[in-house]
């Protein structure tokens, strides 16, 4: 086994996030993120081998849609991502275990996601972890996803 930490994102670092998913390609995206890590309403853990950024994951406070949170009750796991390469070695669950204990351990009954439907890899995760009940099955811009919850308490 490959030893590993998982530590909290801090501004600074921030760009070193381009090291697991193109920050360029989705300028949108990447402003969001900043922006919300700064404001406190993101908070970002990565995942490193060897100090090498290699995966993300991230809640999300309030983004204004109740079926992702509730105030002080369902928090919303926000991009988890495992670079390419890295991916199918069970980085993906070691996050996944981490953002629901750190969710517990905050207080929060409920973590949701938004998951596509296509993503099959994602979706047997996540379900193995108890994302189980489905909130919700639309399409966005990026096409049909599904939203998820799982009880912490």
Request: hydrophobic share 35%.
């Amino acid at each position: 086994m490959t030893s590993y930490k998982i530590k909290k994102l801090t501004i600074e670092d921030y760009n070193k996030c381009s090291n697991i998913w193109d920050m360029v390609k989705q300028p949108k995206m990447a402003k969001m993120f900043y922006d919300e890590l700064v404001s406190g309403n993101r908070i970002t853990f990565i995942y490193l081998e060897k100090n090498e950024f290699i995966g993300e994951g991230s809640l999300v406070f309030n983004n204004n849609d109740p079926d992702y949170t509730i105030q002080n009750k369902r928090i919303y796991l926000s991009r988890m991502i495992v670079k390419e390469g890295c991916r199918n070695r069970g980085i993906g669950g070691i996050i996944l275990d981490y953002l629901i204990d750190y969710s517990q351990q905050l207080g929060y009954e409920e973590i949701t996601l938004g998951v596509d439907t296509d993503n099959l890899n994602a979706r047997h995760l996540y379900e193995k972890l108890g994302f189980t009940n489905v909130l919700f099955v639309g399409e966005d811009n990026y096409g049909e996803y599904v939203k998820l919850l799982k009880k912490l308490k």
